[in-house]
Structure formats: C-alpha cells, structure tokens
DNA sequence: ATTGTGGCCTGCCCGC
DNA sequence: TGCGGGCAGGCCACAA
C-alpha cells in the first residue's frame, strides 16, 4: 500500500508536470472528490493554471499552481499516480497488478499533451483543493528526537498506534510501522509513553534510518521484515514465531522474543 | 482531551 | 463451476 515512501515516489514522477498548464479536467467520481469539491469547481480551479511545484507531506502529495492555490492527492491504500501512461511503482502490495480505464478516479490533461491521472480500485484516496495541512503531524523523513517525544507523550495507547496517528506523526503506515518496531526491537503493543530515553533514542534513529533505506530500495514492501508480514511465519532475525495481532484495529507482525 | 470501535471502499482468495 | 465470506488498511464518524 503506498505509505510515505511510495508517495515520495509518486512526487518524483509528478516533477514530470512541472510547468504544464492543465487543459482539462476528468472527474467521473464524485466520491473521490473530498472537502465539498465538485467536478465543476476543481475543473475552475484547474483549467488554464500551470503546475509550478509539488510537495509532500507525510502521505499527501500536493501540487502547486500559479495561482497559489494547492491540488491535494491522497492515495489511501490502492491509489496510483500514472503520468503520461507512465507508473512509478509496478507492484503496490495488497493491491491488483492489473490497470483498468474504469479505475480513473481523476485525471489531468495538460495543453501540449500528457496527462496525469490517479488510478484507484478502491476508491480510498481523494482529491482535495487546498487541503488542510494543520491536520498533519510531523513529517517522518525530517522527524526529529524532540518531536517523536512529543508524539508519544505520556500516552497510554498502542505505541503502533501512535506512531500510525497521521495527526501526530505523518506517513507511517501498517508495512512501515511494523518494520520499524521489528527493527527498534519494540513491541508494538507496549504503552507509548512507557519507552525509556535509549528506546526513544533508537526508535528515533530506526525510523530515520529505515525511510532513507526503504526510499533507497524503492518501497515499504522491500523492509527486511516483509517477507515475515504473514500468518505462520519465523522471525528473520532470531528464527521465533512471528505472532500476529490486533493492535489498534490492524493486523500487527512482531516477534515475540526480541520485541519487548 | 483520549482512546477504542465500526464502517466504508472493492479486488481477490479460500473453502464449500 | 459458481458463490459467499473474510480479509486487506487508510481514513473518518462516533461513542464513552
């Protein structure tokens, strides 16, 4: 599923748009329109702007037009980004390899040709026009000690499910958050605000570390604890049996013997 | 405020 | 062979 560093992707591919001005606008689904948006009021607000930059922000791509408003791409757990028929990531976990027209959810045409659509089955992500970035927390990639602290607080809950509240912490999702628990040696279950000053420390390195290394190696789905994210699997570090839980409403991999 | 739960979306896979 | 149920998880609404 596209976490951070499948959208960081998608943001790469969107450079490609930089400086094309938009002709037309295709939004069949008004579903996938979010915020009160209509295909009549996102296709005003696109015709005839130009694209001049685009950013990230924990899982939220935006793209920025010359007229200082902000198009808000959300992906949700099966979006992908297609630009001038082009995919960034073939292969999306938990998601059909297949390509289907009907998946369109929104699409771009630019004058002079090309376009770039977001192709959803699921229809879980959305469109926004100038999205509310005081919804977010941190950023992930930049996250630093100070602020994973402030994160986890003194907080009673999950400590997964704080590092996944997108309100605090933006662009953890299910993948990575088990990956970076398996790696910090944390169990996932284990009372936010119960981690000590070296696991906060080593939380805090693990995360930044395992982001660099998993954009390097192009996907959440290439961390060295995907291959153990399924029922009846060992671990890869120390060969116990991996157990699954529900932690906070998701299905949780960690290993009994070195997450503590 | 904090925390937990259930629902939505749809493709896919398993068992009957 | 077809079909129903369960599962995947990001996000949101809602309740206590």
Request: charged share 30%; with cysteine; proline share 4%.
């Amino acid at each position: 599923m596209p976490e951070l560093i499948e959208i960081e992707s998608y943001r790469r591919l969107a450079d490609e748009v930089l400086g094309r001005q938009v002709a037309g606008v295709d939004a069949p689904d008004a579903w996938y329109l979010k915020g009160g948006l209509t295909a009549t009021a996102i296709t005003d607000a696109l015709v005839g702007r130009s694209i001049v930059g685009d950013r990230r922000l924990g899982k939220l791509l935006m793209l920025d037009l010359d007229d200082d408003h902000t198009l808000g791409l959300r992906f949700g757990m099966t979006g992908r980004l297609v630009v001038d028929g082009l995919v960034s990531i073939e292969r999306l976990e938990y998601s059909t390899a297949r390509h289907e027209r009907a998946w369109d959810r929104f699409t771009m045409r630019f004058a002079g040709g090309g376009d770039l659509r977001m192709r959803d089955p699921r229809r879980l992500g959305g469109v926004f026009l100038d999205p509310d970035m005081d919804r977010l927390g941190f950023e992930a990639t930049t996250l630093t000690r100070r602020q994973l602290a402030r994160v986890l607080g003194t907080s009673m809950a999950p400590l997964k499910t704080r590092l996944m509240d997108q309100s605090r912490l933006a662009g953890l999702g299910n993948l990575l958050t088990d990956e970076v628990l398996f790696r910090a040696g944390l169990d996932p279950a284990r009372p936010a605000g119960s981690l000590s000053d070296t696991e906060l420390r080593r939380l805090h390195r693990v995360i930044r570390r395992t982001l660099a290394e998993l954009i390097d190696r192009g996907g959440s789905h290439t961390g060295d604890f995907q291959i153990a994210r399924v029922p009846g699997a060992t671990c890869p570090r120390d060969g116990a049996p991996i157990q699954r839980r529900v932690v906070g409403g998701r299905a949780t991999y960690s290993c009994p013997e070195h997450q503590a």
